[in-house]
């Protein structure tokens, strides 16, 4: 199976900034999606940004602008860079990886707490 590591969340004020990291090991044939979502509290799960191992990247609009979206395909690591953070980005961001093992299934990590205070 795949085995996600999240690290690098934490308690920020208004205007920091923090960097995600994922890293993905285990019996892993290829990845094709990298991506993190998050979930604050009383709302459901949503998208905040994904890249595929062509390097094509997709964001909500909620953090176009401010957020970064890399990956390093040696590493099976995926990190989130976000800049300009805000308090309504308080969540638990969490990475999601589509990866043939042989066949094609999703991951998910574990979460970790992003708290940005005002």
């Known amino acids: 199976q795949v085995q996600l590591v999240e690290s690098g969340g934490g308690l920020v004020q208004t205007g920091g900034s923090l960097r995600l990291s994922c890293a993905a090991s285990g019996n892993i044939f290829s990845i094709n999606v990298m991506g993190w979502y998050r979930q604050a509290p009383g709302k459901q799960r949503e998208l905040v940004a994904t890249?595929?191992?062509?390097?094509?990247?997709n964001y909500a609009d909620s953090v176009k602008g401010r957020f970064t979206i890399s990956g390093d395909s040696a590493k099976n690591t995926v990190y989130l860079q976000m800049n300009s953070l805000k308090p309504e980005d308080t969540a638990v961001y969490y990475c999601k990886v589509i990866a043939r093992v042989p066949i094609e299934r999703q991951f998910w990590g574990r979460g970790t707490q992003v708290t940005v205070s005002s």
């Open positions: 890249i595929t191992s062509g390097g094509s990247t």
